[in-house]
């Protein structure tokens, strides 16, 4: 069974750019989370869905992050006006309801 | 509120000898408790998790973990650590909605 994909694996954009991040599920998983990790820190909680729940946008950093969900599947993460301390790893997991996060590979986002 | 800490930021021990890594939570109600791995350049792997009953916990690659309510505690322990082990390590608690992860322990593992 595949795990969570997601892409690019890498991504180098320049400032002001926008940039959108992919993730695909985990099939019947019906709970998807967007997570970020910069060097040395831990995991920074974005936004997460549930079903057809309203998403808990709760960590997301400004109004130039957003996502969806199509579907209830695939994800998509923008970042809109890029900014050098957006660098980062963004992950994408999965999971059943209330159940163990399984995580995707992370794309690798370098703002020059 | 809910949170995880975990107090120790680095923790070398020799390959062989016995591993504890430390886990406190803050959250109201039972909490939900994981334990992940991330290796050098992959993605998280979970090793265990704690929902209800059993305290003690056994995971894979040999871990466990044993929750103690009146501490507030999950440290996650191995009686005896290979190279291959020397990884960062996350505690994270589900409270609401998300998991909420700790700052991660780096573990080195000399010869």
């Known amino acids: 069974g595949a795990g969570v994909s997601q892409s690019p694996s890498n991504k180098v954009t320049e400032k002001g750019k926008d940039v959108e991040l992919r993730c695909d599920p985990i099939?019947?998983?019906?709970?998807l989370y967007w997570y970020r990790q910069s060097l040395g820190q831990g995991l920074e909680f974005l936004i997460y869905?549930?079903?057809?729940?309203?998403?808990?946008k709760s960590g997301l950093p400004s109004d130039r992050f957003s996502a969806e969900r199509t579907g209830g599947s695939v994800s998509t993460l923008t970042i809109q006006r890029t900014q050098q301390e957006d660098s980062a790893v963004y992950l994408c997991?999965?999971?059943?309801?209330?159940?163990?996060?399984?995580f995707g590979n992370g794309t690798r986002l370098t703002v020059t | 509120a809910q949170s995880v800490t975990q107090p120790d930021i680095h923790i070398t021990v020799s390959e062989g000898a016995s591993l504890e890594l430390r886990c406190n939570y803050s959250?109201?109600?039972?909490?939900?408790l994981f334990w992940y791995v991330q290796s050098p350049g992959q993605g998280l792997q979970l090793l265990l998790k704690?929902?209800?009953?059993?305290?003690l916990v056994q995971g894979i690659k040999g871990f466990e973990a044993e929750f103690k309510r009146s501490q507030s505690s999950f440290n996650l322990r191995k009686p005896s650590v290979h190279w291959s082990d020397a990884a960062e390590y996350f505690c994270?608690?589900?409270?609401?909605?998300?998991?909420?992860f700790g700052k991660g322990t780096s573990l080195l593992v000399t010869p």
């Open positions: 704690y929902f209800s009953g059993d305290t």
């Open positions: 994270a608690l589900r409270g609401s909605n998300a998991l909420n």
């Open positions: 099939s019947g998983h019906t709970a």
């Open positions: 997991a999965s999971s059943p309801h209330r159940g163990p996060l399984h």
């Open positions: 869905f549930q079903g057809n729940s309203a998403p808990d």
């Open positions: 959250y109201g109600a039972t909490p939900y």
